[in-house]
């Protein structure tokens, strides 16, 4: 039986434009690797902030269900608590700092 696999891509873009509209005077750089997908502000004080494909993958396929999900995990509160020199990531294992 084949394994599904995951559309991170659409997720991803629906991580990118809630931040955008949390955090709308900062610019954002958004990279990718095997692990997570993290991004970056650029010209405002904010930590980087992370997430686990293993958690993506829990998250709903649907924009809106997944901004949800964002508020219910506190993720602006949690960028706004880590200091600028850190990365706040969310992963199954919990949140955590680097």
Same mark, same amino acid.
């Given at each position: %039986?084949?394994?599904?696999?995951?559309? $991170?891509?659409?997720?991803?873009?629906?991580?990118?434009?809630?931040?955008?509209? %949390?955090?709308?005077? !900062?610019?954002? @750089?958004?990279? @990718?690797? !095997? =692990?997570?997908?993290?991004?970056? $502000?650029?010209?405002?004080?904010?930590?980087? *902030?992370? $997430? @686990?494909?293993?958690?993506? !993958?829990?998250?709903?396929?649907?924009?809106?269900?997944?901004?949800?999900? %964002?508020?219910? =995990?506190? *993720?602006? !509160?949690?960028?706004?608590?880590?200091? @600028?020199?850190?990365? *706040?990531? $969310?992963?199954?294992?919990? *949140?955590?700092?680097?």
């Amino acid at each position: %039986m084949p394994q599904a696999t995951t559309d $991170f891509s659409g997720r991803t873009e629906a991580l990118a434009r809630y931040l955008g509209a %949390m955090f709308p005077t !900062a610019g954002i @750089e958004r990279y @990718e690797n !095997a =692990n997570c997908v993290g991004f970056r $502000f650029i010209g405002a004080p904010h930590a980087s *902030v992370e $997430f @686990e494909r293993e958690w993506l !993958a829990a998250l709903p396929a649907n924009a809106d269900a997944i901004a949800q999900e %964002m508020h219910l =995990n506190r *993720v602006c !509160a949690e960028i706004n608590d880590t200091p @600028e020199t850190q990365c *706040v990531i $969310f992963g199954s294992a919990g *949140v955590r700092r680097a």
